[in-house]
T-cell receptor, first 117, second 116 residues
């Protein structure tokens, strides 16, 4: 595809449920990032992958959050026992490789808006 | 820890007027600086970035930003705005090495509202 895609675009769930959010990066991009954007705030880093491995997951808020990228392409962000405070837009980005130096830009998807009732 | 402060949450301005969106970063080490734009119902797009070299960087649509190390600022300016510039603008920074060089730290955003 031409850009980063994320599904679903909107997800409404009930408190305590489990959700999965999917990200399809740009073809050939080895680095993949997840950010969370709460209402009225800027995006906050959650985790990034280089290939299949999570290189840095220091931004995950707690152990209810987990992300995988088993084949080094598509990634899934998993949230267990959702809470109302998890409501936010979850953004995915990809880049050709890690690092933000010349020629290596993070391209963002449109996001998944998660609402926990 | 890195942090980015955008001093104005909203900036209303009339069409063809100049605008400045303010951004201050906090880091005692070398940084890369970015401005992203988010148009209504669209994803974040990179507007411009400072990596090294000239402290004044420009975008293709007339925006410019100046890296000022002594004031730890990276303000975004445009001499004459258009209705189509109405959007949310995010300032961001990253480190230049290691894990800090791979993640973006964003400010809270500034909503630019251009009025006819």
């Amino acid at each position: 595809g031409a850009g980063v895609s994320q599904t679903p675009s909107n997800k409404v769930t009930e408190k305590g449920k489990y959700v999965e959010l999917r990200c399809d990066p740009i073809s050939g991009h080895t680095a993949l990032y997840w950010y969370r954007q709460s209402l009225g705030q800027g995006p906050e880093f959650l985790i990034y992958f280089q290939g299949t491995g999570a290189a840095d997951d220091s931004g995950l808020p707690n152990d209810r959050f987990f992300a995988v990228r088993p084949e080094g392409s598509v990634s899934t962000l998993k949230i267990q026992r959702t809470e109302r405070g998890d409501s936010a837009v979850y953004l995915c980005a990809s880049s050709l490789t890690i690092g933000l130096a010349t020629g290596n830009e993070q391209f963002f998807g449109p996001g998944t808006r998660l609402t926990v009732l | 820890a890195q942090s980015v402060t955008q001093l104005d949450s909203q900036v209303p301005v009339f069409e063809e007027a100049p605008v400045e969106l303010r951004c201050n970063y906090s880091s005692s080490v070398s940084v890369y600086l970015f401005w992203y734009v988010q148009y209504p119902n669209q994803g974040l797009q990179l507007l411009l970035k400072y990596l090294s070299g000239s402290t004044l960087v420009e975008s293709i649509n007339g925006f410019e930003a100046e890296f000022n190390k002594s004031q730890t600022s990276f303000h975004l300016r445009k001499p004459s705005v258009h209705i189509s510039d109405t959007a949310e603008y995010f300032c961001a920074q990253s480190g230049v090495e290691g894990n800090a060089g791979n993640m973006l730290t964003f400010g809270g955003g500034t909503r630019l509202m251009v009025k006819p």
